[in-house]
């Protein structure tokens, strides 16, 4: 009877209670068998291997007009975007492919993130996501922000302004474009 009373006491206690943080941890196990990680894939490798640390830098209304104002030497494209504005993606892509073609000595790219300060998470996932090459800014808000340069800001998007200030060249257009109609645009200034 004690040896039944004993070996009893002993099961009960070798059970282990389960893990609060068991459903915390990456790869949980959902069974008693041991499950290894999913493998990355290929698309997950690739986005890993773009990414190279890529995040997006904050960058104030005065910082901007600072750029604006000592923009010369080649055509600077400032592109104003938003992660939720379709028409901006498109012409992000558009803009990235150009600029990949006219190469860093015709022209400069910066992109110029209109979203909040607290979705700077979000925005970094999207250009890695999307592979932007360009520099990357998302504009600090402030009481100033309504007349940033030559450009009066009215957060119509997307937007985009052509500015080298050597040539006297300054376009500013809120509209989407094609590829083929950026690339008839910036043609003319850089070819």
């Not at 592109?79 to 992660?83: A, H, V």
């Given at each position: 009877?004690?040896?039944l009373l004993f070996l009893l006491l002993?099961?009960?206690c070798t059970e282990t209670a389960p893990d609060p943080h068991a459903g915390a941890?990456?790869?949980a196990p959902v069974s008693k068998e041991n499950v290894a990680p999913?493998?990355?894939s290929e698309?997950?490798?690739d986005l890993i291997a773009n990414a190279k640390g890529r995040s997006v830098q904050p960058f104030t209304y005065e910082q901007l007009s600072n750029?604006?104002?000592f923009a010369g030497g080649k055509l600077h494209l400032f592109?104003?975007?938003?992660?939720d504005c379709i028409p901006c993606r498109k012409n992000i892509d558009a803009l990235e492919k150009i600029a990949a073609e006219l190469g860093e000595d015709r022209v400069k790219l910066l992109h110029i993130n209109m979203d909040e300060a607290d979705r700077t998470d979000d925005v970094n996932v999207y250009i890695r996501r999307a592979g932007m090459t360009g520099e990357i800014f998302q504009l600090q808000k402030n009481a100033a922000g309504k007349n940033v340069g030559a450009v009066t800001w009215d957060t119509e998007l997307p937007a985009l302004y052509l500015i080298d200030n050597e040539d006297d060249t300054k376009l500013y257009y809120r509209q989407e474009f094609e590829y083929e109609e950026l690339k008839a645009i910036l043609g003319s200034f850089v070819m």
């Open positions: 009877m004690r040896f002993f099961t009960a941890l990456p790869h999913r493998e990355l698309a997950d490798r750029r604006l104002e592109n104003f975007w938003r992660i």
